[in-house]
Each structure stands twice: as structure tokens, then as C-alpha cells.
């Protein structure tokens, strides 16, 4: 990681100190680095409060801890945000579930469409499936924020 990317992941700890701070959240935030990239886990007692429905308060903080990062810092990495462990656990679900998916486009040759899903959880089901030969996945052009994704067999 370069120095640039060190004293960005440093910056965003601290807005996002602050941020959650205003909000009367008291929290410990550790670095958390995956396959994703940089990241930063939120550990509170209240982690339910800022996951939110679905994740959705989550996602938000998320988008303003980027925006105000990148006027710091325009070359910044995008930042990914978790609480008591969410979304690592909503990834693995994901996952399995496309798993299954999969498996069944297979069998019945029959393509599947998802439920919608934002960029992140898009990039989570083409990662999950681009190794299996059996099955290829598909998004529809466009620039909506929720796509539905479709799951063909390859051949």
C-alpha cells in the first residue's frame, strides 16, 4: 500500500470518528483490508443503529465518508464501511445463495433473474460465478443504481 493510500485509510478513520461521533455513537474502528480493498469496521454495541434496514444507514455513511474523503484526498481508494461484521456475514450468505443459484441454472438450463442489486453486491455475484463454466451472468446496460442480474447457463 503507498503512503498516499496509508495517510487516506488514516484520514477516513478519523472523519469517520468524528462523523459517529456527532451522532452520539461511541465505537471502536479497526482497519479492515480484504480482497475488496481497503476498508474500516465499525465495532459498537449499537451496531444494529448503524447497519439500519438492509444495510441501507450502512451504505449511506459509507457514500459520505467517500465524498468527503475525496475532497481531501482525490486520488483516495474508495473506503468500504462495515459494522459488527454485516457485511462480511451478508457476502458469505450472498454467496452460498448464488451457489445454489448457480447449481440450479445448471440442471434446468433455465436462466434465473436476481433480485435487484446496487454495484457492490453486483461485483459479489460476477466474482462469485466467473470461475464456474457451467453458468455465465449477465447486467443489464444502463445507469440505474438497482440492477437485476441474470444467470444463464454458458453454452
Not at 104 to 109: D, I, N, P
Not at 111 to 128: D, F, T, W
Request: hydrophobic content about 35%; aromatic content about 4%.
Amino acid at each position: 500500500m503507498s503512503q498516499s493510500d496509508t495517510q487516506a485509510i488514516a484520514d477516513a478513520t478519523k472523519i469517520l470518528d468524528v462523523m459517529l461521533g456527532y451522532l452520539g455513537f461511541f465505537t471502536t474502528i479497526e482497519e479492515d483490508h480484504n480482497d475488496e480493498g481497503p476498508g474500516l469496521q465499525i465495532l459498537s454495541d449499537e451496531a444494529r443503529l448503524l447497519i439500519g434496514r438492509h444495510g441501507d444507514r450502512l451504505d449511506d455513511i459509507q457514500f459520505l465518508l467517500n465524498r468527503l474523503l475525496q475532497q481531501r484526498h482525490p486520488d483516495a481508494p474508495r473506503i468500504r464501511i462495515d459494522a459488527g461484521h454485516y457485511r462480511r456475514q451478508r457476502e458469505e450468505e450472498m454467496v452460498q445463495k448464488i451457489a445454489a443459484v448457480a447449481e440450479r441454472v445448471a440442471q434446468t438450463g433455465k436462466p434465473i433473474r436476481l433480485n435487484p442489486l446496487n454495484s457492490y453486491y453486483r461485483r459479489i455475484v460476477h466474482n462469485a460465478l466467473k470461475d464456474n463454466p457451467a453458468v455465465k451472468s449477465e447486467s443489464p446496460p444502463g445507469r440505474e443504481r438497482l440492477k437485476r442480474i441474470i444467470v444463464r447457463p454458458a453454452k
